[in-house]
């Protein structure tokens, strides 16, 4: 079979390549977006992928159509890309990456939980400054003491949850979908209790009309002083006032952030401290502020699994199969 990738990328090239030689495939890389200026150059192929932000709009899948290709395989999580009726009405049938590796993004979060709680922005800044002391940071507390609420057990969620038990940790779940297989390693409670009796609070739930602005004011009034509050989720989750607020009175102890409102004005680009939005820079001046460019996810086991699990779905669907990626009407 023939596949032609669209916008790949650096970090992709060596999975591309081993893919092939491990399925006997041929795959041709490009590194142009799907758009109807591009879409002609999948003629004579069997298969397409992509990954990207913009929008692949109707005339695309027409010509996909004309094309004979009836299927895109997207290397990515999201899929508001796609223009689903068109797609359908094209007999273009679609995928995506629902998850790729959960472990890293739970690894990513557990590591500045231990950042936060060794200080180590605080040690690492005296040391710039020549002071090597204990006293420049301060004592840490260990992670087998903490209560964690992870507030949304999904993949992520409870990948995470196994990490903090097997260290140790005490771990609270808040989730409406219940699940079992969990009870070992998670105690479900209500957001609530959670926030009453937590020293770290993690959010990993979508974003949706419950969890957008759920830790508002009344969210960091409920918690205990000198909680730890990580966010790698999505940033419109928490109020970044009530936030700032939150660190200045104590009412927080630290926070890790991998994401942050509006972050597409920022983040994945260079500029000088000066030019970030004023409350990030207000935000990123604390010792305890951890904020990381949405990289969680950014692994070799997460883009290797981007690469295999979306050429694998765009083989199935040619040869007529079905895979748990498609994305269905
Ligand atoms: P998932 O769908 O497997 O799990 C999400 C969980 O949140 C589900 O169990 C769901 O029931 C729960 N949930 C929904 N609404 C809730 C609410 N109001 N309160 C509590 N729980 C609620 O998703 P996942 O794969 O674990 O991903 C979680 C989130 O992580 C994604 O939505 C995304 O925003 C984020 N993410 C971040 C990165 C990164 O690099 N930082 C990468 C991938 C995903």
């Known amino acids: 079979m023939k596949i032609l990738m669209y916008n790949a990328v650096a970090d992709e090239l060596p999975y591309v390549k081993q893919w092939s030689e491990k399925t006997g495939h041929e795959v041709v890389t490009i590194d142009q ?26 005339p695309v899948y027409e010509r996909l159509s004309q094309l ?32 790729y590796s959960p472990r890293a993004i739970a690894e990513y ?12 922005k605080k040690f690492d800044r005296a040391m710039a400054q020549g002071d090597y002391t204990w006293a420049a940071g301060g004592q840490a ?31 609270l779940g808040v989730d409406p979908v219940y699940r079992a297989q969990n009870e070992p390693f998670v105690t ?63 009412q927080l102890a630290g926070a890790a952030f991998d994401v942050a409102p509006n972050e597409n004005d920022f983040m994945d680009q260079k500029q000088t401290v000066d030019e970030l939005p004023e409350n990030i820079q207000r935000l ?14 950014y ?4 883009i290797k699994n981007m690469v295999e699990m979306a050429l694998n779905d765009a083989v199935i669907i040619v040869n007529g199969g079905f895979t748990e990626n498609e994305i269905l009407r």
């Open 299 to 302: 692994t070799n086991t997460a």
């Open 284 to 297: 990123v001046a604390y010792d305890n502020f951890l904020l990381s460019p949405h990289i969680a996810f």
């Open 141 to 171: 507390r260990e992670i087998h003491d903490l209560t964690v609420a992870i507030i949304g057990v999904g993949r992520i969620g409870t990948a995470l949850a196994e990490m903090l038990h097997a260290l140790g940790a005490q771990v």
């Open 33 to 58: 977006p799907l758009n109807e200026e591009t879409v002609d150059r999948a003629s004579g192929f069997d298969a397409v992928s992509t990954q990207q932000t913009t929008s692949v709009n109707p």
């Open 188 to 250: 479900y409670t209500t957001l609530d209790e959670a926030l009453r009796r937590a020293d770290v609070i993690s959010f990993h739930t979508p974003l949706n009309d419950e969890t957008r602005g759920l830790a508002d004011r009344a969210f960091f009034e409920k918690v205990q002083p000198g909680t730890i509050m990580l966010n790698f989720a999505r940033g419109e989750i928490v109020d970044m006032s009530a936030l700032e607020l939150a660190l200045a009175s104590g």
């Open 68 to 99: 004979n290709i009836k299927q895109i395989a997207l290397r990515q999580v999201g899929y508001d890309v796609f223009d689903l009726p068109a797609a359908f009405a094209n007999h273009v049938r679609l995928s995506n990456v629902a998850a």
């Open 109 to 120: 979060t557990l590591t500045q939980l231990f950042n936060l709680i060794r200080h180590n």
